[in-house]
């Protein structure tokens, strides 16, 4: 059967890339537009205006292209049009249009001339047509040029922009950098969480999608530059659009009773936001699964190698590994009270309940060349409910004060069971020992943080005082109820057994404030930043655990398993900032002094108290360059220095675990990382063309590590160690290309390069090696569209890893792992939408008895009625049946196997309909884009 199924997927692959070969051959007319944008005022050349050719029948972007800093423009493509409308425009100035007429291949345009706008004014309004415009720090995308089907979201048009990249679980990147913030009209919409955003609003309320370095309040209200390694997309709302409701709400009904259903409601006046969001199910998602509406709620969970959590606005949803049903709901609220008061405050919970049952092979590798096994069950049912509340209030007092607040409270409460099994064999399958356990715990955590900021400016060349103020309340109350019987053979037998009962009481309090004042040398140019940052945390553990007599059921006090710590860490860094910036460079330099005190008192055992001072030189420094508009590149070197953990320095010895005793090592010293670190971006817009990269490396002295000895009956005993040598190498380089066939068809390629060598300097029973850790990971791919008709995108990557060691005793080990992914998409006939996500996985290296290899294949029929406001869907999870998540792990001294539960093959019948009130009483086709 197997064999069948995998033959019939190699027929529609093959058929697939066949339909997309033939397609190359239509007719088209090819072009070459060249020309030079200079100022009529004065002559002076105009770098980064924009350029674009347009239709005459209803002005849809064709293709566009960005002056280079000489006034030059070039665009080049294919058309089945005999006519077109050229549009070259600039900040303050009126647009040039000219109508192009495709009578020959290349058209030379010469020198055109752009005149004054005629309006001076700080803030102008100026009609634009420009698909892309480009400020000074800001790049900006006109929606109404890019076309998207007709129920699109914010990610599908995300997806459209150039330079823009949407993964599958909605990660964003923009010419190669994270995005990690998304605002609406300058403010968060649900939280940090940028899916939520993207996935559930509409494209067509938007007006303009900016993208600019992330930045703090802070940072905006001073002037200062952001991250340039994290942008932010800030999405503007049509004034037309930004009064009324809209929001969706869907529901589903599948096989093996299972389910789905979501809704959210916006109610948008102009400055104030109303917002709701609900939805459960017991598919392992936050909404939906797969399909017409597959990224509603934040996110698409089913995976071939994991086992289904996920996680909304912060907060986990699910459990782990296993089968999980949730049912969730969150609430925003956002408005202004009168001039320079913002508040942004939302809410969220969530329930979920997951089952579980894993199997798990490890081979361990001894020093002396011998092996020996572990074979482990585990079932596991958890259950979790979260709550959450956060605010944001900005206050402006004045034009060179602000106030920024932001607490943030969680509740979490977690019920959990889990039964093991496991035993341990040498190489000739003599059993040395077994376990069985049974764990019930019953937790309760609260978490109160708070976010203080004062920002007050100075005069005109950028001087400022900055104050903040950081403080954390957590309490977690845990009880358990633990039986175990561990059973120990060979020539010396033993057996111990374990029933026992406990509660856990954990406090946590920090603070944190820091003080920065900046003094300009030269106005907007050089500075110097002074700063002291000051914090201290406190964390209380009281651990009472009670052995039970299994005849008289009396509660003894077991000390041996009893903790009663208080541990304190304070760190104070003075420290000195350089920063000089120019209009296409910037560069940093900051060096401060850090001293820290680790003091840890034990009321159980006085003997064990300790304090430890350490105190270190931090550096950090980094250079930016933007070449142009298209190519910038970054660089960074820091210095860091971390001291080791409370418990990894505590002379405590930790018996929880019977077959994994710990013990701490007083005479730990902190640990040095040096980091080196260079990025390149570089996308034309015109020749759709993009070079991402990104290199870094990393050398750690002073490392911890885990020191472990293994006795005869398989007993570990751990401690930790300090090392030096330990250092990480990483590249990765991603290129793109799109070829625009024709005004309907283009094919774009993506190629990328992953690599990485690490080495580990290790202990295992008292021998110290090294190992050396090498991966290459490359992937190919593209995505092949006919406009409104079809669209197919397949991608391989293969990942290969190599851990080789120096001494003798453990074998080198070699893994690969293939991946090859098509997602298809078929709009045709009108109104209905085929869509097929399929996956192979194939792992050579995984033990006899795991699944090595699985097609795993997701389709979704989804047909639009009522106007295209609603929507009937008909989904198939898993078609051939093959879903697994084994997988293989290799560390320096154990090979391990796992397989878990995982969503079997489902169907489901789906139904969604969105509503839209925003701007039904004045519609407008009028498009303004306002410039600072």
């Not at 406090?507 to 000051?534: V, W």
């Not at 910038?632 to 971390?642: E, P």
Request: include cysteine.
């Amino acid at each position: 059967m197997k064999k069948e199924q995998t033959n019939s997927m190699k027929k529609i692959i093959t058929l697939a890339f066949l339909f997309c070969t033939l397609s190359f051959f239509a007719q088209s007319r090819s072009y070459t537009i060249e020309g030079t944008l200079k100022s009529k005022s004065d002559a002076s050349l105009l770098e980064s205006a924009t350029v674009h050719l347009e239709k005459l029948k209803d002005s849809s972007v064709v293709t566009y292209t960005i002056s280079d800093k000489t006034g030059k423009f070039k665009l080049e493509g294919t058309t089945f049009d005999k006519e077109l409308r050229l549009v070259a425009s600039f900040v303050g100035y009126k647009s040039f249009t000219k109508k192009i007429v495709f009578d020959k291949k290349k058209i030379q345009l010469g020198t055109i001339e752009l005149e004054d706008s005629g309006n001076l004014l700080d803030e102008v309004i100026v009609k634009s047509r420009a698909p892309i415009t480009v400020k000074k720090d800001t790049l900006e995308f006109n929606v109404k040029s890019f076309k998207t089907k007709k129920d699109a979201n914010v990610e599908d048009l995300l997806k459209k922009l150039p330079g823009v990249e949407v993964d599958e679980e909605g990660k964003i990147t923009v010419n190669g950098k994270p995005v990690n913030k998304i605002l609406v009209n300058g403010k968060p919409f649900f939280g940090d969480d940028p899916t939520i955003t993207t996935r559930n609003l509409s494209k067509e309320i938007i007006e303009k999608v900016q993208i600019t370095d992330t930045k703090t309040k802070s940072e905006a209200f001073t002037g200062e530059k952001g991250d340039a390694e994290n942008q932010t997309i800030n999405l503007t709302i049509k004034e037309e659009n930004n009064k009324g409701y809209f929001g969706r709400v869907a529901g589903g009904k599948g096989t093996d009773d299972l389910y789905e259903f979501a809704g959210i409601v916006n109610r948008f006046n102009n400055n104030r936001r109303i917002s709701f969001l609900g939805g459960g199910n017991n598919l392992n998602s936050p909404g939906f699964s797969f399909g017409e509406i597959q990224e509603m709620f934040g996110g698409n969970s089913f995976s071939v190698s994991s086992g289904g959590g996920f996680n909304v606005g912060g907060l986990s949803f699910g459990g782990g590994s296993g089968i999980t049903t949730s049912q969730n709901f969150g609430a925003t609220y956002a408005d202004e009270f009168g001039k320079g008061f913002d508040v942004n405050g939302d809410y969220f919970y969530s329930n979920a309940e997951s089952e579980n049952e894993s199997t798990r092979n490890r081979e361990t590798i001894l020093p002396d060349g011998t092996s020996f096994f572990t074979n482990s069950n585990s079932t596991s049912r958890t259950k979790n409910r979260n709550n959450r509340v956060n605010a944001d209030f900005d206050i402006e007092i004045d034009s060179t004060l602000l106030v920024n607040i932001r607490p943030v409270f969680t509740r979490n409460t977690n019920e959990s069971v889990n039964n093991q099994f496991e035993e341990s064999s040498d190489e000739s399958n003599n059993l040395i020992n077994s376990s069985t356990s049974n764990n019930f715990r019953e937790a309760t955590a609260n978490n109160f943080r708070n976010r203080f900021d004062v920002t007050k400016k100075f005069g005109s060349k950028g001087s400022f005082l900055k104050f903040n103020l950081r403080n954390q309340i957590d309490k977690t109350e845990v009880n358990t109820r633990f039986n175990s019987e561990l059973e120990i053979f060979g020539t010396t037998p033993s057996t111990e057994i374990r029933n026992q009962i406990g509660d856990e009481t954990t406090e946590f309090n920090s603070i944190t404030t820091g003080l920065t004042y900046r003094l300009p040398i030269k106005a907007k140019k050089i500075f110097i930043d002074f700063k002291y940052d000051y914090r201290r945390d406190r964390r209380e553990n009281e651990r009472n655990t009670y052995d039970i007599d299994p005849v008289t059921s009396d509660q003894t006090f077991n000390t041996d398993l009893s903790t009663d710590f208080t541990f304190y860490n304070t760190r104070s860094t003075p420290s000195i900032d350089l920063t000089y910036r120019k209009d296409k460079w910037r560069f940093s330099f900051e060096t401060g002094f850090v001293s820290r005190t680790l003091e840890n008192s034990d009321g159980l055992r006085p003997n064990l108290s300790l304090k430890r001072t350490f105190n270190a030189i931090e550096l950090s420094s980094n250079f930016n360059y933007r070449f142009s508009p298209k190519a910038s590149m970054y660089t960074g070197y820091s210095l860091s220095n971390r001291p080791p953990q409370l418990n990894q320095l505590n002379p405590f010895t930790d018996i929880s675990n019977p077959l994994n005793i710990i013990t701490g090592n007083p005479a730990l010293k902190p640990s040095n990382q040096n980091r080196l670190y260079f990025g390149f971006n570089n996308f034309n817009f015109q020749k759709g063309t993009g070079i991402y990269s990104y290199f870094s490396g990393s050398l750690t002295n002073n490392q911890v590590v885990s020191k472990s000895v293994i006795d005869n009956n398989l007993i570990r005993t751990t401690t930790y160690e300090n090392v030096n040598g330990n250092y990480n190498l990483y590249g990765n380089v991603t290129y793109s290309k799109e070829v625009k066939l024709d005004t309907v068809r283009k094919i774009k390629f993506r190629a990328s390069l992953g690599t990485g060598i690490n080495k580990s300097v290790n202990f295992f029973n008292d021998v110290r090696y090294n190992s050396i850790n090498r991966s290459l990971t490359p992937g190919l791919g593209f995505t092949f569209t006919w406009k409104d008709a079809f669209e197919i995108a397949p991608r391989y990557s293969v990942s290969r890893t190599r851990t080789d060691f120096d001494i003798d005793q453990f074998t080198d080990q070699d893994f690969t792992q293939h991946t090859l992914r098509i997602r298809t998409k078929t709009f045709v006939p009108k109104n209905l939408e085929w869509r097929n996500d399929i996956r192979y996985q194939y792992n050579p290296n995984v033990a006899d008895g795991f699944q090595k290899s699985s097609w795993f294949w997701n389709a979704t029929l989804a047909y639009s009625l009522l106007k295209d406001k609603a929507t009937l869907s008909l989904k198939a999870y898993d078609l051939l049946n093959q879903n697994t998540n084994a997988r293989r792990r290799a560390t320096a001294n154990y090979i391990e196997d796992s397989q878990s539960t995982v969503l079997s093959q489902y169907f489901m019948l789906s139904f969604s309909w969105k509503f839209n009130t925003l701007g039904t009483k004045r519609r407008q086709n009028t498009n303004f884009v306002i410039f600072d």
